[in-house]
């Protein structure tokens, strides 16, 4: 399921966006990060690589069709540091999660947050603070 | 008789064991009680850094006064080596600025010479546009200066004659060697990502002289740098979580005048002992491959997992453009 999200909501994921690095490696000019996407599905895999991990996500569209986005975040040992482990999201968790999406419509995009199905939230860029 | 073959028996063996115990003593390392170390190096402001740096023409002068202010430093022994154990990270709060002093929403604090600035102004102007190529989306590493930069995780090894300064990104290492070497004969030298390094102790201060680099950018929406480009540099150890490097960069064609920064990277807690510092395999993942547009910007090359989905156009993405 696809939802929109308020202006406010935008604004603050823009903020947030420029206030840590969003990525590293190649540059992050594909994704809107004036734009956030929220989807809610499940999870088909969870690659768990550098210098980019991809969580992949099942979503099934109001015509029953399925639709496999992938979010991009940080390597694994910055997902450490925010708290996100490979088992965090096993094969078939139920989540709902947000994105910049790309500019060019295909269904990925940077992660911004995540919310399992149980109410455990994660924050990918939480990696780069210093604690 | 038992007792007297017992006797025997251990003497022997303490016989044989004494000339092993004197061997292991003499290679261990120093374990007398360490002295303070104190450096001659003074500890100076920012704004008496930028001057220092116009004192000197290059950045090999500027090594040698310090060099020769510092006597010509001193070799540490093992039982002299601060301690710079631990898991590092550069602090997020400068985004990838090089220059951790630059302000937000302005520009990279370098004075640029006229042909520099006017790349720089493009490059910006390109990324406003959506267009931006890093020389690093090759799986190449960041090279240093821009090495600094990256904020990622961090281990520095001291011994005395060499220190490795790690940084996880494409298991990335420098290596400052401080045995009293001098660089590779100027007809030797070739670009190379780290360059080469010769540096020296100050007490806590290892000062570093970085020559023979590959050019490249500070980072993005920064300026190019040259195969010109040296580096002076002095870190320490601040306070038990925080290693500091002042850092001269000179490079004639592209600074006007040599660029003073002061990098810091802070030692992060790991109560749970998990931070490790792995293996970096750039290019594992087929979904992080990009390629350059036509116009100089960035794409990706392909997904794995859309193949043949069609993305939802529209209905998927809500925002301002």
Redesign the interface.
């Known amino acids: 399921m ?1 939802r ?2 308020t ?1 406010a909501v ?1 604004a603050l994921g823009a903020l947030a966006v ?1 206030a ?2 969003g990525l ?4 992050a ?2 994704f ?1 990060d ?4 929220t ?1 809610e599905g499940v999870v ?2 969870f ?1 768990y ?4 991990s ?1 969580l ?1 996500v099942d979503v099934t ?1 109001k015509d029953g069709k399925v ?4 979010f ?1 975040a940080e ?4 997902l ?2 925010s708290g996100i482990r490979p088992s965090d999201f096993k094969v078939g968790t139920k989540l709902t999660i947000t994105g910049n ?8 995009a940077i992660w911004v947050d995540a919310v399992r199905a149980d109410g455990k939230k994660f924050n990918p860029r939480a990696g ?4 | 008789m038992s007792r007297t073959r017992g006797a025997v028996a251990a003497g022997v063996l303490l016989t044989l064991a004494m000339p092993l115990a004197a061997c292991k003593t003499a290679e261990a390392p120093d374990a007398s009680t360490p002295t303070p170390l104190t450096a001659v190096l003074p500890d100076r402001t920012k704004d008496q850094n930028i001057e220092l740096a116009r004192q000197h023409r290059t950045a090999l002068e500027l090594y040698q006064a310090l060099r020769k202010e510092a006597n010509n430093g001193r070799p540490l022994q093992w039982s002299q080596m601060p301690d710079w154990s631990g898991v590092y990270s550069r602090p997020a709060n400068a985004g990838f600025a090089f220059d951790p002093d630059q302000k937000p929403g302005e520009g990279p604090t370098a004075k640029l010479t006229p042909e520099y600035q006017a790349k720089l102004a493009k490059r910006i102007e390109d990324v406003k546009k959506g267009i931006e190529w890093d020389p690093i989306s090759t799986c190449a590493p960041p090279g240093h200066p821009r090495w600094l930069t990256e904020p990622f995780l961090r281990e520095f090894i001291v011994t005395p004659n060499q220190t490795w300064l790690i940084n996880e990104m494409v298991n990335d290492i420098r290596r400052i060697y401080t045995d009293g070497r001098d660089h590779v004969p100027a007809e030797d030298r070739y670009p190379i990502p780290n360059g080469d390094s010769i540096g020296f102790w100050d007490g806590p201060k290892l000062v570093i002289h970085t020559n023979q680099l590959q050019s490249g950018i500070y980072q993005r929406q920064h300026p190019d740098f040259t195969d010109q480009v040296e580096t002076v540099e002095i870190w320490r150890k601040a306070d038990d979580k925080t290693l500091t490097a002042d850092v001269w960069v000179y490079d004639p064609p592209a600074l006007a005048e040599p660029w003073y920064v002061k990098q810091s990277y802070s030692k992060l807690s790991d109560p749970d002992r998990n931070l490790r510092i792995r293996y970096w395999n750039c290019g594992e993942n087929q979904n992080n491959a990009v390629v350059q547009t036509k116009e100089g910007g960035t794409q990706f090359r392909g997904f794995t997992f859309d193949k043949g989905a069609g993305a939802p156009k529209g209905a998927a993405q809500k925002g301002k453009p």
């Open positions: 696809i929109a999200f202006t935008l420029t840590v690095p590293a490696h190649h540059s000019t594909m809107d004036k734009k956030t996407v989807v088909k895999k690659e690589t550098n210098p980019h991809w992949w569209g639709t496999t986005w992938g991009e390597g694994p040992t910055t450490q540091r999406p790309m500019k060019d419509g295909k269904p990925a780069f603070a210093i604690k």
